[in-house]
């Protein structure tokens, strides 16, 4: 819903995660982490990026989870 209707989000989307035990820290990492994918891939759609291979999608998980990302 982030992505495709940002502006139909409000506290009653907000509080299942507070729900769920995520800190307004938390919510806020998660909301910046969904912009940073939209905007890579947004970039990546204009550029014609090609898609990484099985090899390379490994290298980047590992990268991801190396910074913390599970």
């Known amino acids: 819903m982030l992505t495709l209707r940002p502006r139909e989000v409000g506290p ?3 509080q299942p ?3 769920a035990g995520l800190s307004d820290a938390d919510i ?3 909301i910046e982490v969904c912009a ?3 905007t890579v891939n ?3 759609d ?3 990026f090609e898609l990484l291979d099985d090899d390379g999608r490994a290298a ?3 990268a991801l ?3 913390g990302y599970a």
């Open 12 to 14: 009653e989307h907000i």
């Open 17 to 19: 995660m507070r729900d």
């Open 28 to 30: 806020r990492t998660v």
């Open 36 to 38: 940073l994918f939209n």
């Open 42 to 44: 947004r970039l990546a």
């Open 46 to 48: 204009a550029m014609d």
């Open 60 to 62: 980047v998980s590992k």
């Open 65 to 67: 989870l190396r910074f």
